[in-house]
């Protein structure tokens, strides 16, 4: 079946840390969920799907009003063309898809795992549940390559303002099962949501289940544990 394709603006872009860079974008009546992803289409990065599509997680809470790609910024044709867009200039979008959401009427405790710049969708599902006011019943395990850390100031203060939320940010550590249910084990009785590089999301969330825990995958392909 056919995809309806749109057409976004970006309106700017930002430095976060390290070589992550957030990219704006309108959101022309879009009305996603948080933790939805969507496809995007640059043709001018080249001819094959291989060189100009990619899946992003979209950052952004659906209450901030625009579009957020924030993305490590890599020497592939599709990262490069990104970086390279002024404000003004379009990209093509697929349909919103997804389900790496929190459950709309649940305030039960969930522990929430990042490998790097699976950080993403978390950004968008806690902000938009303070923004909404629901309490933030969640333990975010944070795992990061270096101590440059995207989002660490407004992840922090998510914590500050809210005392059921709890914050831990790992680094420099490999992200196994085990560490995860050392630094939280009351995932072993709560929904686990993992997001990070696809191989460690695939082979982490399988050691999980394989130990009766529910988990909610968000695979990010293109990283692995030399560059999340």
Known sequence: ???????????????????VRTF?????????????????????????ETENQRWFTIASAPSEGAIHISTRVSDSRFKQTL???????????FELGGDFTWEEESDEPVVMVAGGIGVTPFRSILLERHKAGKPLNATLLYFNRSEEVPFQIELQRLSDKHPE???????????TADKIL???????KQML????????????????????????????PGYDDKNY
Do not use: C
Not at 83 to 93: S, T, V, W, Y
Not at 182 to 188: C, D, I, N, T
């Open 165 to 175: 939320f709890t914050l831990r940010i790992v680094i420099g550590e490999q992200i």
């Open 1 to 19: 079946m056919e995809q309806n394709i749109s057409t976004l603006k970006l309106i700017s872009s930002l430095d976060e840390a390290g070589n």
């Open 193 to 220: 949501y993992l997001s990070g590089p696809e191989q460690m999301v695939k082979s982490i969330g399988s050691k999980l289940h394989e130990r009766g825990i529910t988990v909610k995958q968000d695979r990010f």
């Open 182 to 188: 050392e630094l939280a084990p009351q995932a072993k």
């Open 24 to 48: 704006i974008f309108e959101a022309k009546g879009l009305i996603w969920i948080a933790g939805q992803n969507q496809g995007y289409i640059l043709p001018q990065a080249g001819e094959t």
């Open 83 to 93: 970086n390279a867009m002024k404000p003004g200039d379009e990209i093509k979008a």
